[in-house]
Nanobody, 134 residues
Framework: VQLVESGGGLVQTGGSLRLSCAASGFTFDNYAIGWFRQAPGKEREAVSCINNGDGTTYYADSVKGRITVSSDNAKNTVYLQMSSLNSDDTAVYYC????????????????????????????WGQGTQVTVSS
């Protein structure tokens, strides 16, 4: 199993970046992909997530309206399009994969419309640095 983030870098305040998370080694459609970030001196926090099976998403309040998560199942890749970036967005961004399950009577996913918890994810990437300068 491998998750590889890319697309990070240095951007000015108000700028945009698109992060990518390329996945391999598992059945992509059966997993949710979460995006988390960790700023210097702070705990890692959830940013967004997407269920690859049905496309449902979650966004943290701090990024709503500025960030869009999308999935290209044909490429096993999830994207995080970020705009109107500010200094609070400076962090290492990680993607993670969490197993989902759905049947007639049971539906489980770590990516819920109400939130997502990092402890419910199974695999993690190495992270990509995003630095927003003024």
């Amino acid at each position: 199993v491998q998750l590889v983030e890319s697309g990070g870098g240095l951007v000015q305040t108000g700028g945009s970046l698109r992060l990518s998370c390329a996945a391999s080694g598992f059945t992509f459609d059966n997993y949710a992909i979460g995006w988390f970030r960790q700023a210097p001196g702070k705990e890692r926090e959830a940013v967004s997530c997407i269920n690859n099976g049905d496309g449902t998403t979650y966004y943290a309040d701090s990024v709503k309206g500025r960030i869009t998560v999308s999935s290209d199942n044909a490429k096993n890749t999830v994207y995080l399009q970020m705009s109107s970036l500010n200094s609070d967005d400076t962090a290492v961004y990680y993607c993670a994969a969490g197993w989902t399950y759905s049947s007639d009577s049971i539906h489980y996913t770590p990516c819920k419309e109400t939130g997502t918890v990092q402890q419910t994810y199974d695999y993690w990437g190495q992270g990509t640095q995003v630095t927003v300068s003024s």
